[in-house]
């Protein structure tokens, strides 16, 4: 039998038995079940009581909204859950008897990572039968909510990975915290301003080069879009706009900055997806030499 990690299935008794749980569960859904008959109602009802056709592209429209909604949760909640899994462990004092135990300091991160981010994945998956409402008209398949489920997970990953990598690196909650949700920023917020401060900067030049306007040349960044691949939002756009359209937008949203490799923007969300967790898999490692006791410096050690 599969035996599970023993921090793991520690945090998950005392997690899954609360009476909260149910209620976080019994809330979310409802709220995703209320928005999605509503926007049913006002897609099939309203619309052909009062315009007198119904449109049909609504409800992929509805199916992105959702995804969308459940995308953010995961990237704005896993955070706030990572960034003190070590950290409150030893800000409790309890880090150094976890450490005495027979488990290694890997089996004890991924145990942690694995208890932040399980209720977010419930959520998700539990929310499928809300999205499966699409069925009932199309043009949404069995693939893309699998590609939907695999998004949340390896975004859960990646964002976890990096909240217990400052968890094991700061000694208080509050500044893995600060540091999680400031990283998590720049990914979003901060690769695209850099793509966009260079494209502005190598569009002034070529406009000087072509000062009396006789040719117009416009900016390209090159492989400077390529840090997008590890934008988890870029990620989610490009998957759900090529599920819902033709990826024509996400050919223009990149050719507002220069040029991508045909090959690249055709698979830019497997690439991402293994990108992102390779780059998961390098935190977790680095949080394990942090937290290993029998490093020559220890951080954990020092006083707070």
Request: proline share 2%.
């Amino acid at each position: 039998m599969l035996k599970l990690n023993p921090v793991y299935q520690r945090e998950l008794k005392t997690g899954v038995r609360s009476f909260r749980t149910a209620l976080i569960i019994l809330g979310y859904n409802g709220l995703l079940a209320l928005f999605g008959l509503f926007a049913f109602y006002v897609t099939f009802e309203y619309e052909h009581r009062f315009g007198g056709s119904v449109d049909y592209a609504s409800i992929l429209r509805i199916y992105a909204i959702i995804a969308a909604t459940e995308f953010c949760l995961v990237l704005f909640s896993v955070p706030a859950l990572t960034a003190g899994a070590i950290a409150g462990e030893r800000e409790k004092q309890t880090l150094e008897i976890l450490l005495t135990t027979k488990l290694s300091p890997i089996q004890i991160i991924m145990g942690k990572l694995a208890s932040s981010i399980s209720m977010m994945i419930l959520l998700a998956f539990s929310s499928l039968p809300v999205l499966a409402l699409v069925f009932s008209v199309g043009g949404v398949t069995l693939k893309d909510f699998a590609e939907f489920m695999l998004l949340i997970i390896v975004t859960a990953i990646y964002i976890g990975s990096i909240g217990i990598f400052f968890s094991a690196l700061f000694k208080k909650t509050t500044s893995a915290t600060v540091a999680t949700y400031g990283t998590l920023l720049i990914l979003v917020i901060g690769t695209i301003g850099v793509a966009w401060v260079i494209n502005v900067i190598i569009q002034m030049k070529l406009d000087n080069i072509n000062i009396e306007g006789t040719i117009y040349q416009v900016a390209d960044i090159g492989n400077w879009l390529l840090l997008w691949l590890i934008n988890p939002a870029v990620t989610c756009f490009a998957m759900i706009e090529r599920q819902i359209g033709t990826g024509k937008e996400l050919n223009d949203f990149l050719g507002n900055f220069g040029s991508v490799s045909l090959y690249i923007r055709n698979n830019w969300f497997l690439i991402s997806t293994v990108l992102q967790l390779g780059i998961s898999i390098l935190l977790l490692n680095f949080s394990s030499r942090l937290l290993n006791p029998l490093r020559k410096r220890c951080y954990w050690r020092k006083d707070a």
